[in-house]
């Protein structure tokens, strides 16, 4: 054989392989999809953040276009627009030329009741004009004209024109604040609404402007890396024109089922292509950002506010012809949002992502930036702490920032400032302490108003950030108050709340005496419902001694585990069970409880689980708050995580994912795996939850783990004098009274004990907490009281926590708690969802819809009918592609199951649909039947749920909701008694 041929065999060999790994033509098919929907997400990031924007407006507010909505306080967390002023009065107004032609805004002049500083953009968020203060009027005022695309009109004279080449258009308003007081705030508002909206039209009579104040609206328009960005470009797409640039986008977003004139309709295989494209979006957007912006101050941490290409080119209006910054454009509008014609006029604005030595910024760890003196501004710097994830506000923060506008700011002798960064203050600094959240990471933001030459010039430059070494906090707090008297070493806030002079002559210090009493009786009615959920918690992990051995079934119902452990089951949560009130037969469950105090815990996630199959990981702290929700719904990784307490310092270990940092060292782990009702969904549900778990990091080994369910379901323990035959005879026979109204301040003091270091929205309720628990040790008087108020509380909690009046209307006779799962400083809220359906998913994971009355305000109960029917196309909305499913959920007076329903049903929904166990009518509607007995037609009975004898209620649960159900906008159909 010759050398040539040789040469040719191998050749062809090497080209075997390749042949045989030719993708097919649907894989081909799906690849481009996907990439086309990350280019689509990277290209439409500006108009999409807009109109988030734009639909919490006009979905949270009474506020329209062509109005303004206004923040009358400065911002606070619920303002969740991305990386927001909080040394600032806010004014925004959404513009729309479609229906009424140019729209004039006039913009006051400057003075001595106000100024302020306005940037105007397009719908694209590329700038058009600055006014106020510093912007084109320099302080003057104007009056500019907002033209519709494709005007051609004369504009009278005395108006600034402003082109956006789209109908949709806004302009944020900062009202300039003299401080945080509440005269120089009550000014700046008034001032603010001096602003005037109007169409050109009326320009000869004005009408009124419309100012609606927002200041206690959860607004938030964070980045959604879900299918609804889709339908937030597609709103895009169908209400305005193509710019002429963008015209190649046309196709590519045809593709993806986004088509001017025609509805958003993706088949399910281009969902699923879209949900995986805004995943990769996220972690292409998110991996740039970390990469970090170039330098401002060489060799420091502190960076640009933008890609340089994007300042160019949006000053310039992106009118260079071989240059469109679409990559830096998508990543900037991941973060913030407004665009600045002359960056540096007005403001100017550095980031900073990370400390002096690279590392990110840690919620849990102390930081300290040292304002050097003489910053180049005329007006004020300030610095903001966001969170690293959402770029928003801290949520449940009391403070986001701090000023130089702030008086109480404390300077040091050279007129530099320090202001300092962690999870509590440092000793006698708390004027200059910004708080963080110590589970989550953050990222700073440094705004300069009215700037000076020195800052361009660089003649001044603002350091990086530093660690602050601080000292541990004690592991525990004193369990036991000495008794009050002179030289005692109780406390100063306990021998405050007892008067030196009580007893004096003709009754005078009563007064006083009866004014403590009743602040420590309002107090402690407080303090119950704060510390409910957490004595409920804390009293849980008895787990720990009745299944010490190894993972198993709790009486054989529900899932158990030694501490630092989830144990699973292999089936739905058996209705008999009482001790956990209002679980889901949904999903298959895994639970167990950790004290990272003791050693963290491994957080093992899935590296097997079928696309658009749902699963979770809900990650509560002792409150019950969702500190980490991972699952399908935000598209975690397979691997390994490390769960970490409060005070634990190091570095991510070789083969983690990364840490997960919790406020309190007891956490609750609780896995769930979707099944619907067939054996097949639950052989998949269990071949899931095998994957999914917690276990002590001192039992860590490579490799992954598997829980295997179907063991622990056959491991039935029974605590110490209870029997399988005394459940089966009397159901309640081992439930516990989770929290004990006559214990409850020995049993908070232990939750303490165990916790001392708790989350910023629970630290000062601690600390007050501590003091009535000392309070009532050195006292008897104080011990009655105390005692009192906890019996009444108690009785005040429950009589509230029913489903007939907890949460807020959601339609239709529904109700819902905002927010849940991210309770903050919301405590009665938490208090109720502990007592009807504790452990909650954070909301945005799972929305509850609840009831307990039918269409007439009457209690339902089981002697009735009721029936509910669905509209076509009108079944709860859910994002099926990343496991969304929804169900209807029966629940007696006491919130548990019905033990043996005639049916085997205790739900009805998703789990139904998938096993083809409903039957809709001919137009399309689904009508569910609620009873006691069985009906009499076969339709009715395959859409039956049996009810109870007496009264029951209701929960509707929303996994993977969409953007309707979040924003409030769908509504489920009323429950009518036939």
């Not at 050109?200 to 607004?219: E, H, I, M, R, Y």
């Not at 060799?299 to 160019?312: C, K, M």
């Not at 807020?808 to 819902?816: E, I, L, P, S, Y």
């Not at 076509?872 to 499913?885: C, E, Q, Y």
């Amino acid at each position: 054989m010759t050398r040539a041929t040789l040469a040719a065999l191998a050749f062809l060999v090497t080209l075997l392989p390749v042949s045989a790994q030719v993708a097919s033509p649907d894989e081909i098919v799906r690849r481009t999809t996907e990439r086309r929907a990350v280019e689509a997400v990277i290209w439409g990031m500006p108009v999409v953040n807009y109109d988030l924007m734009l639909q919490q407006m006009l979905s949270k507010t009474s506020g329209k276009v062509n109005q303004v909505i206004y923040w009358g306080r400065p911002l606070d967390w619920r303002n969740q627009t991305l990386t927001p002023n909080p040394d600032t009065l806010y004014f925004m107004t959404f513009l729309d030329t479609r229906e009424v032609g140019p729209i004039v805004i006039e913009v006051p002049a400057a003075g001595p009741d106000g100024s302020l500083n306005a940037n105007f953009v397009n719908l694209w968020q590329q700038p058009l004009e600055d006014a106020g203060l510093l912007g084109v009027d320099k302080g003057a005022g104007l009056k500019l004209v907002v033209l519709p695309p494709d005007h051609a009109g004369k504009v009278p004279d005395g108006y600034t024109t402003l082109r956006p080449q789209t109908h949709g258009s806004y302009a944020l308003i900062r009202s300039n604040l003299a401080s945080h007081g509440d005269a120089d705030v009550a000014r700046s508002v008034a001032y603010g609404k001096r602003i005037r909206v109007y169409p050109l039209s009326q320009a000869a009579k004005p009408p009124s402007t419309v100012f609606t104040d927002v200041k206690d609206v959860l607004f938030d328009s964070t980045i959604r890396y879900d299918g609804s960005f889709f339908e937030g470009l597609n709103r895009i797409v169908q209400d305005e024109p193509w710019f002429e640039r963008d015209r190649a986008m046309i196709d590519a977003l045809k593709s993806l089922g986004i088509e001017k004139g025609k509805p958003f309709a993706p088949a399910p295989e281009t969902r699923q292509a879209l949900a995986a494209g805004i995943q990769e979006a996220e972690t292409v957007l998110a991996a740039r950002y970390d990469a970090g912006l170039p330098p401002y101050f060489p060799g420091t941490r502190w960076t640009y506010p933008a890609p340089l290409d994007l300042l160019q080119a949006a000053a310039d209006n992106f009118a260079a012809p071989d240059s469109y910054p679409v990559d830096a454009r998508g990543l900037a509008y991941h973060y913030a949002y407004i665009g600045i014609k002359r960056l540096g006029a007005g403001q100017f604005y550095l980031i900073s992502i990370k400390d002096k030595d690279g590392q990110d910024y840690d919620g849990g760890t102390t930081y300290r930036l040292t304002v050097p003196p003489d910053a180049p501004v005329e007006q004020y710097w300030s610095v903001t702490a966001y969170d690293r994830q959402t770029h928003a506000l801290i949520r449940n923060v009391d403070r986001a920032s701090r000023a130089s506008n702030a008086a109480e700011m404390q300077k040091n002798a050279d007129g530099s400032v320090d202001i300092d960064f962690g999870p509590r203050p440092l000793a006698g600094r708390e004027a200059n302490w910004i708080p963080t959240d110590p589970t989550r990471k953050f990222e700073l933001m440094f705004r300069l108003y009215a700037p000076t030459k020195a800052l361009f010039e660089k003649a001044w430059t603002l350091p990086d950030v530093e660690r602050v070494a601080t000292a541990k906090p004690a592991k525990a707090q004193p369990d036991v108050a000495a008794p009050a008297g002179p030289g005692s070493q109780v406390p100063y806030p306990v021998r405050a709340l007892t008067p030196a002079h009580a007893d004096l002559a003709r009754s005078a210090g009563v007064p006083a005496l009866l004014a403590n009493e009743a602040y420590v009786e309002a107090l402690a009615r407080v303090v119950y419902y704060w510390g409910y959920p957490a004595v409920d918690g804390f009293g849980r992990t008895n787990m720990w001694e009745i299944m010490k051995e190894k993972p198993g079934a709790m009486l054989g119902l529900l899932p158990g585990a030694p501490m630092n452990t989830t144990g699973c089951l292999a089936d739905y949560i058996s209705p008999s069970q009482r001790w956990v009130v209002t679980p889901n037969n949904d999903t298959v469950y895994g639970a167990g409880f950790a004290n990272l105090a003791v050693e963290p815990a491994v957080i093992q996630t899935p590296v097997g689980a079928p696309q658009g199959h749902y699963w979770t990981i809900q990650i509560v702290d002792v409150f019950t708050n969702v500190v980490h929700q991972f699952g399908s719904a935000s598209a975690t990784p397979g691997g390994k995580f490390l769960l970490v307490g409060p005070d634990w310092q190091g570095a991510t270990p070789d083969g983690f994912l990364g840490i997960l940092r919790m406020p309190t060292n007891i956490a609750g782990v609780l896995p769930r795996s979707f099944a619907a009702r067939s054996p097949e969904a639950k052989v998949r549900a269990v071949a899931v939850l095998d994957q999914i778990g917690m276990y002590p990091l001192s039992k860590d080994q490579p490799g992954p783990r598997r829980f295997d369910c179907q063991a622990a379901a056959r491991n039935a323990v029974y605590p110490p004098g209870v029997t399988a035959q005394m459940i089966a005879a009397d159901p309640d026979a081992s439930r516990p009274q989770w929290v004990n109204p006559k214990t409850f301040w020995e049993d908070l003091a232990r939750m303490l004990n165990a916790n001392p270091t708790v989350g910023p929205s629970d630290t000062a309720m601690a600390d007050q907490a501590r003091t009535l628990i000392a309070l009532r040790r050195s006292d008897p008087r104080y011990k009655a009281l105390l005692d009192r108020a906890a019996l009444a509380s108690d009785a005040a909690l429950h009589a509230s926590s029913t489903y007939v009046q907890v949460g807020v209307d959601a339609g239709n006779g529904w109700q819902r708690q905002e927010g849940a799962g991210r309770w903050g400083t919301d405590w009665f809220s938490r208090a109720q969802a502990t007592v009807i359906y504790i452990y909650v998913n954070d909301y945005r994971e799972a929305t509850y819809f609840i009831r307990g009355t039918d269409a007439k305000g009457t209690l339902l109960d089981g002697r009735h009918t009721y029936t509910m029917t669905f509209p076509k196309d009108a079944l709860p909305p859910v994002d099926r592609s990343r496991g969304g499913f929804w169900s209807l959920t029966m629940y007696d007076k006491d919130n548990f199951m019905l033990p043996n329903p005639p049916n085997g049903r205790t739900n009805i929904g998703t789990v139904d649909l998938d096993a083809n166990e409903l039957r809709f009518a001919a137009d399309g509607s689904l009508t569910l039947t609620l009873s006691r007995e069985q009906p009499a037609g076969a339709d009715e009975r395959a859409n039956w749920l049996p009810a109870p004898e007496g009264q029951f209620a209701l929960i509707v649960r929303a996994y993977v909701p969409t953007s309707a159900v979040l924003a409030g906008v769908y509504q489920l159909p009323n429950v009518e008694r036939r």
